[in-house]
């Protein structure tokens, strides 16, 4: 977790009552009475759309996107997280990593969470990441004002299409892969945005093990990481604690969601480990289960809990089968 001034400015903002909440998702009252928007609901919208992104085609029916294009034997994802400074050394990451991405011949963009505070912040971010001509898998963290970021990509929708909201669509499905998302943080009082950010609760997590068939391999896109163990944890946080949601790792276990692809605690960049939360996963190999943490893409360093700093990180995620395996990519 990356604090900039900004959002300790912002924090005051909402101690003295300032900001004013247009939400339009329901509310609820989390763990020590703090008040939140829950960030995607359980019903179809009734939203039926059909868009083309050649090679693609993007069909969606409620909280279902069916990607359908080129077979290929894997599946490629890009994976960001911690875009909130949109300074213009952050936005030369982003078109780094675009890069990166195409040379990888990536087929979506995952972001965990991290595009921005304020609406502005948002519209910038957005507007970098849509030069990429496909997919991108929007799933909003702790930072997000969540009717802002909503706003934003409903606006940028109009000429950019592949921008995916996954407040509203929760399961994308390209070939054998099944991506789902649970947006939002598992802790209301860590909200920057309070009562305007988002979370998510126990009727969420409930939806979540509804989603999973048995003709899919289920990757999780969230912001919020599941409750590890140990320092290899993709949730190690300062101080050497496992600070990931214990009631998400449970979920994830008994719905048998075996990849996951995290982001928020940005001081565990690029730990990685199998399902049960605290054996590494070697970057190169395949694996049967992998558990990721994204780490921050924009220019803010992070002090790292291995030690050192660490600004600039994304990875590309293949798989394979029922296997996955990843890489980094680190700006130089």
Same mark, same amino acid.
């Given at each position: ?13 909402? +101690? ?71 300074? +213009? ?16 011949? $990536? ?9 921005? $505070? ?9 507007? +970098? ?14 930072e997000e004002n969540f009717g802002a970021l909503r706003k934003v990509i409903r606006e940028l929708n109009a000429h950019h299409p592949q921008l995916i909201d996954m407040t509203l669509v929760r399961r994308v499905l390209l070939r054998h892969v099944s991506v789902l998302s ?29 989603? $999973? ?15 590890? $163990? ?45 399902d049960d939360g605290k054996t590494p996963a070697a970057p190169g190999l395949w694996h049967d289960s992998l558990y990721l943490q994204a780490g921050a893409a924009d220019a803010v360093p992070v002090s790292t809990v291995g030690g050192g700093m660490m600004a600039g990180v ?15 990519? +680190?700006?130089?």
């Open positions: 977790m990356t604090f900039s001034i900004r959002t300790a400015l912002l924090f005051f903002a909402i +101690a003295l009552g300032t900001l004013s909440c247009r939400c339009d998702a329901p509310r609820a009252v989390g763990g020590g009475g703090a008040a939140f928007t829950k960030c995607a609901g359980g019903s179809h919208d009734g939203q039926r759309t059909e868009v083309s992104l050649p090679p693609l085609r993007l069909i969606r029916d409620g909280r279902t996107l069916e990607i359908k294009g080129p077979d290929q034997p894997m599946v490629t994802l890009g994976l960001l997280s911690g875009l909130n400074e949109p300074d +213009a050394t952050t936005l030369s990451h982003i078109r780094f990593f675009l890069e990166q991405f195409k040379g990888a011949e $990536v087929q979506m963009i995952l972001v965990a969470g991290g595009v921005g $505070v304020s609406e502005a912040d948002n519209r910038t971010i957005l507007t +970098a990441l849509s030069e990429a001509p496909i997919p991108i898998l929007v799933s909003p963290g702790a649970l947006p939002g943080y598992f802790q209301p009082y860590y909200l920057e945005a309070g009562a305007q950010g988002c979370a998510y609760d126990k009727g969420d997590l409930s939806l979540l093990r509804s989603l $999973v068939d048995k003709e899919h391999t289920h990757l999780l896109l969230s912001a919020s990481p599941p409750r590890g $163990v140990g320092p290899e944890a993709v949730d190690i946080g300062r101080g050497n604690v496992n600070i990931g949601d214990p009631a998400l790792a449970s979920a994830l276990a008994e719905s048998g969601i075996r990849f996951g692809l995290f982001g928020h605690v940005h001081e565990a960049a690029g730990n990685a480990t199998q994304g990875h590309v995620v293949e798989l394979s089968g029922d296997r996955a395996r990843y890489r980094r990519i +680190a700006v130089p």
